[in-house]
T-cell receptor, first 115, second 116 residues
Framework: AQSVTQPDIHITVSEGASLELRCNYS??????LFWYVQSPGQGLQLLLK??????LVQGIKGFEAEFKRSQSSFNLRKPSVHWSDAAEYFC?????????????FGTGTRLTVIP | EAGVAQSPRYKIIEKRQSVAFWCNPI?????LYWYQQILGQGPKLLIQ????????DSQLPKDRFSAERLKGVDSTLKIQPAKLEDSAVYLC??????????????FGPGTRLTVT
């Protein structure tokens, strides 16, 4: 079965600084990987997804993520954080045979952005 | 296009009472999901529908939770009777399928349930 670990519960960065949120997964083969963002009182919005091919994936709002098979990781990055990026970020994993039908989510990383 | 709609947005009930949540998925999306998100945790799938049939309800506490999607569009999730540990945000999501595979789930804003 799939599982996801997000080691950082809470991260604080200064506006304009770079950001990296960590995600490690457990799965026997190459999984489908997703990053979602959740603003307070809102549902989850998909930032980006990886299915196959280029291991560096570009998403919305200037985010990117890199799939590293050797490290079982799918870390999310942004070169310059904006105050509006403050939110909760969730990494999720799905199995290729079921796609996004059965997603397992990590516990999330809360991002605080300071001026 | 309109997103996934959910109501109510907030609900406060006492334990042992019943409550129902409603979800209207994106038009044309055959797959509908209900998730439970407890504070400090990621969403956990409760039940998945494909049209009006249940695909996966292995994580649904069937002694108190029930869900239906009678016409393959709207869905309701019911809790009866509620317990304190049911306090959570209940998220509805929908997706379309190509060749039997769903590639993206679209989430509604959720219903925040507080059980006192």
């Amino acid at each position: 079965a799939q599982s996801v670990t997000q080691p950082d519960i809470h991260i604080t960065v200064s506006e304009g600084a770079s950001l990296e949120l960590r995600c490690n997964y457990s799965y026997g083969a190459t999984p489908y990987l997703f990053w979602y963002v959740q603003s307070p009182g809102q549902g989850l919005q998909l930032l980006l997804k990886y299915f196959s091919g280029d291991t560096l994936v570009q998403g919305i709002k200037g985010f990117e993520a890199e799939f590293k098979r050797s490290q079982s990781s799918f870390n999310l990055r942004k070169p310059s954080v904006h105050w509006s990026d403050a939110a909760e970020y969730f990494c999720a994993v799905g199995a290729p045979q079921t796609g996004a039908n059965n997603l397992f989510f990590g516990t999330g990383t809360r991002l605080t952005v300071i001026p | 296009e309109a997103g996934v709609a959910q109501s109510p947005r907030y609900k406060i009930i006492e334990k042992r009472q019943s409550v129902a949540f409603w979800c209207n998925p994106i038009s044309g999306h055959a797959t509908l999901y209900w998730y439970q998100q407890i504070l400090g945790q990621g969403p956990k799938l409760l039940i998945q529908f494909q049209n009006n049939g249940v695909v996966d309800d292995s994580q649904l506490p069937k002694d108190r939770f029930s869900a239906e999607r009678l016409k393959g569009v709207d869905s309701t999730l019911k809790i009866q009777p509620a317990k304190l540990e049911d306090s959570a945000v209940y998220l509805c999501a929908s997706s379309t399928r190509l060749a039997g595979i769903s590639y993206e789930q679209y989430f509604g804003p959720g219903t925040r349930l507080t059980v006192t």
